[in-house]
């Protein structure tokens, strides 16, 4: 079982530039979940998603968006790309939404942005 | 505002047993989770408490005490592959999921 899936590993992009992380997961879960992982700073949440057909915004949305048609994907795009958002990228799933529910991490998105 | 507080870095020897401290101070609180983090890879599950006490888990312990604000996670007979580090996250009144920075713990032989 795969469990959930990131693309890329990592990536460097030019600031003004857009780009898409992609997660997917075959794990059916309801709830997916976009954090930030910075050194010296706990995981930040970006957005998350419920179920698939909804989303909302975490502690730290400004310049990201996603979108959730299906149960297994859940991509993360940057419209304009700004060194700020260089950063350690992790989507999440977990079985129900509810914090209280063990997430499931994939192996993380690098992405630096120039 | 919310604040998870773990120390920064720890260092123990192999074999030898080492607890793990976090205290929170959060907008109500609903559960703590304990995940490990190896380095360069993704967060795991390790525990969770809700209600006060200890929860033991082979080599692994977690205790939480709500009044105090307080939990640590006990790591027994360490081993050389326990080099990672350690989160702590609390749920609050919301049911958002808030994490501390973490704790690098080292092993050495």
Redesign the interface.
């Known amino acids: 079982t795969a469990g959930i899936t990131q693309a890329p590993t990592s990536q460097i992009l030019a600031a003004g530039r857009s780009m898409t992380l992609r997660c997917t997961q075959d794990m059916r879960h309801n709830a997916m979940y976009w954090y930030r992982q910075d050194l010296?700073?706990?995981?930040?949440?970006i957005h998350y998603s419920n179920t698939a057909g909804t989303t909302g915004k975490g502690?730290v949305p400004d310049g990201y968006s996603v979108s959730r048609a299906n149960t297994d994907d859940f991509p993360l795009t940057l419209a304009s790309a700004v060194p700020s958002q260089t950063s350690v990228y992790?989507c999440a799933s977990s079985p129900v939404a509810?914090?209280?529910d063990?997430?499931?991490?994939?192996?993380?998105t690098r992405l630096t942005v120039l | 505002g919310q604040n998870i507080d773990q120390p920064t870095e720890m260092t123990a020897t192999e074999g030898a047993i080492v607890q793990i401290n976090c205290t929170y101070q959060t907008s109500g609180f609903n559960g703590l989770f304990w995940y490990q983090q190896h380095a360069g890879e993704a967060p795991t599950f390790l525990s969770y408490n809700v209600l006060d006490g200890l929860e033991e888990k082979g080599r692994f312990s977690s205790f939480l005490s709500r009044s105090k604000g307080y939990s640590y996670l006990l790591l027994k007979e360490l081993q050389m592959k326990d080099s990672a580090s350690y989160l702590c996250a609390v749920i609050n009144s919301n049911y958002q999921l808030i994490w501390g920075a973490g704790t690098k713990l080292i092993i050495k032989p």
């Open positions: 010296g700073l706990g995981l930040r949440l502690e992790f509810g914090a209280e063990e997430q499931f991490f994939g192996p993380g």
